[in-house]
């Protein structure tokens, strides 16, 4: 595969674990994707499996989460899980669903919040600025092995950095819409 395509193929990778990375920070409003990556140790602590592997997550509302269990026997696991979690959230147990009422934001949970994803954002475009890195020394190497002329060159580190620059602006945006979802009441 070429440079060019490969930089592009893990580059696309990068956003979109990041895009998966930002759905699991919290908004002012409920999100699915807040829990459902959410770690449960069920029937008696032997099966470890995802929240979304054990129920159905739906949404009541801006503000409520209804959790709806396959096995109603994982209810308790399931309570448990969201106890231990760092969401801070508390569970209510309404027969065989649970319900997840996310309180409202505080200014400063926003701030904090909006810290989080400047961190996420900014390990992302490091991964990104590395990658690059990687496929100009790619380009360099090809280049002094003679496979590559001055202008192919100068031609491909053009199209890394073009690319390049459209992923930090793709970035950029997430970011601002992420900021922007925390910022809301």
């Known amino acids: ?15 979109e674990t990041l895009k998966e990375d930002l759905k699991t920070i919290r908004t002012g409003r409920a999100n699915p994707a807040l829990v459902e990556n959410l770690i449960v140790e069920t029937y008696g602590g032997s099966t470890k499996l995802r929240l979304m592997e054990l129920a159905t ?36 147990v309404q027969g065989t669903k649970i319900l997840l009422r996310l309180p409202p934001l505080s200014s400063e949970q926003r701030e904090k ?24 020394k790619m380009i360099k190497n090809l280049f002094e092995k003679k496979e590559l002329t001055e202008d192919e060159k100068y031609q491909l580190e053009k199209e890394i950095d073009e690319i390049n620059s459209h992923l930090m602006e793709e970035i950029k945006v997430i970011k601002e819409k992420k900021e922007i979802e925390i910022r809301e009441i």
Request: hydrophobic share 35%; no cysteine; charged share 30%.
């Open 1 to 15: 595969m070429d440079i060019i395509s490969q930089f592009k193929l893990d580059s696309q990778k990068v956003i």
């Open 57 to 92: 997550i739906t949404t009541d509302g801006p503000t409520v989460l209804v959790i709806a269990p396959y096995d109603p026997s994982t209810v308790s696991d399931i309570e448990k899980a969201i106890l231990k979690s760092p969401l801070g959230l508390s569970p209510s």
């Open 113 to 136: 919040y909006i810290k989080l994803v400047g961190e996420k954002i900014e390990e992302k475009r490091n991964h990104i600025r590395n990658l690059r890195d990687e496929a100009r």
